[in-house]
């Protein structure tokens, strides 16, 4: 089975990838699929899809088409299809063509990790630095021009952060309300509709560009007085350009914009009045060539990865839209087949009668399980009145050491002759601390407990096949391996309402 273009565009080790994939047990299936993914570091899910629900799946999602695992792509009313050639089918095509498998995938966030770092303090040391040196080592005049240009730095990189969804203060303060009732004044006409596109660049990312390299050739001012005058004046096509767009396309000024050409105009006034000419320098020229290459570079750079990471986002944010919708949720745990339990009086919580019911697996020794018991108590807490919770603790006598007997015991007593609250509390302390002798004292007593109820209730889970822990049981069905645990919090009130889940 070859899909090349699916694992280039997944950006794995294709030789990797095919290894694991045909040394799985059950290859070529769409389980061996999902879990070669998964151990490539490819979080996904699986789902058996009828057609008339693939509307609502996201725009990128892994599907078999023409018996071959092929990664689509919505675009318009088509879809884009990479398997081992990439093709283009319409809607009834790709139906036609495909089986109701569909797979939901995650991309790792690498733009994220590389932009954790909180650069505006380094920015603004960087800014203070160069107008304590400007002040202090250059004439007034260059000093002052210096400051513009960090000035427009400065407010050409608010522009740029905003025009991938970071709102500004500083240019909601200069343009005020940008909402559809403003348009008069609003910058988001003339900014995030901005149609100029050179290698993705806009034409506010050139303003970036260019008050960044002005400002590092303004450090070196007088012997790069030539250079400074030569960009100054090609300022003036930018200006007269801009003005164009707003006055005679968009009919409409854009304060920031305005603000951008005052500063250009303030640069060009002190290069006529006070700049002098300055002979031409091979070295100055080469620094200018050097400087322009490198900030192009890093503001072409930035802007792709940021890019990468607004559109991560919007795929990641659909596909959790899909994943938390309810119906979708119901079928899966549907397909599991019903567990029903003994009558078995063990650690009951909240109200008997409740219309959800939640059992959960688990063992005190299980790092993993302190987790579930957390999402346990918060649901006890806001619903107290809508659900019923039994905590189910494995327990064999022929495998259990003196210390988890111990352990048991205590619970045991402290859940039949204290409130409930203090029992969540016993049970939270043990997960924090691991200490048997605390939960011991908790309890008041040394007295051994029954655990009779605890092998049984043991025997009842191993027959039902829940081995590993933390399990949720929820009305008698197991949650699906497909959601997270976290994931019931956007589940219990419609399971609450749901008659046919009662």
């Known amino acids: 089975m070859i899909f090349d273009k699916l694992i280039n565009y997944l950006k794995l080790d294709k030789q990797e990838f095919s290894f694991q994939f045909n040394s799985h047990p059950n290859y070529p299936s769409a389980l061996a699929f999902s879990d070669t993914l998964n151990f490539m570091g490819v979080k996904n899910d699986a789902y058996e899809l009828d057609k008339e629900y693939w509307d609502e799946l996201p725009e990128e999602f892994i599907a078999i088409v023409d018996n071959s695992f ?9 879809y884009s299809v990479y398997s081992e050639k990439a093709k283009t089918l319409n809607k009834e095509e790709l139906h036609k063509k495909s089986t109701d498998f569909v797979l939901l995938f995650e991309k790792t ?11 505006q303090p380094l920015l603004y040391l960087v800014f203070a630095i160069i107008l304590i040196y400007s002040f202090f080592s250059q004439s007034l005049y260059e000093a002052f021009f210096n400051l513009l240009s960090l000035a427009g730095v400065y407010i050409s990189m608010e522009i740029f952060n905003q025009k991938f969804g970071n709102n500004s203060t500083v240019i909601g303060s200069i343009c005020g309300d940008t909402s559809a009732k403003q348009t008069a004044n609003s910058c988001d006409k003339i900014i995030k509709q901005d149609k100029t596109s050179i290698l993705g660049l806009k034409f506010s990312d050139f303003s970036l560009i260019y008050f960044a390299g002005l400002t590092i050739l303004g450090l070196f001012l007088p012997s790069t007085a030539y250079i400074v005058k030569g960009f100054t004046i090609v300022s003036v096509i930018a200006i007269a350009y801009s003005l164009y767009i707003q006055a005679f ?23 006529i009045l006070f700049f002098e000419n300055t002979p031409f320098s091979v070295g100055a020229l ?63 919580l909240g109200k008997k009668d409740a219309k959800l019911r939640l059992s959960i697996v688990s063992n005190p020794y299980c790092g993993f399980c302190k987790d579930g018991h957390k999402i346990m108590e918060g649901l006890l807490e806001k619903y107290p009145d809508d659900i019923s919770v039994q905590i189910r603790f494995n327990y064999s006598p022929e495998r259990a050491d003196e210390k988890y007997t111990k352990l048991l015991s205590a619970f045991s007593s402290i859940y039949h002759n204290k409130p409930q609250n203090e029992f969540l509390k016993a049970v939270e302390e043990w997960f924090e601390t691991r200490d048997e002798n605390k939960i011991a004292a908790l309890s008041g007593s040394t007295a051994q407990e029954d655990l009779t109820p605890f092998i049984e209730m043991t025997k009842d889970n191993s027959s039902a096949g829940l081995n590993f822990t933390p399990i949720f049981i929820l009305n008698g069905y197991q949650f699906p391996d497909k959601y997270d645990r976290e994931d019931i919090w956007f589940f219990v009130d419609e399971l609450m309402e749901d008659e046919d889940f009662q």
């Open 109 to 119: 966030d690498q733009a994220e990790n590389r932009l954790a770092f909180n650069f």
């Open 286 to 348: 080469l620094l200018t060539a050097v400087m322009w290459i490198v900030t192009f570079s890093a503001v072409l750079y930035f802007s792709t990865i940021l890019s990468q990471k607004e559109n991560l986002q919007k795929s990641n944010a659909k596909n959790l839209r899909f994943k938390r919708n309810y119906e979708l949720f119901k079928s899966q745990i549907l397909e599991n087949e019903r567990i029903r339990f003994q009558d078995t009086e063990t650690f009951s």
């Open 70 to 78: 092929s990664l689509v792509k919505k675009s318009g009313s088509s």
């Open 249 to 271: 396309v968009e009919k409409t000024f854009c304060r920031v914009c305005l603000l951008i050409i005052s500063i250009l105009g303030g640069q060009l006034a002190l290069r």
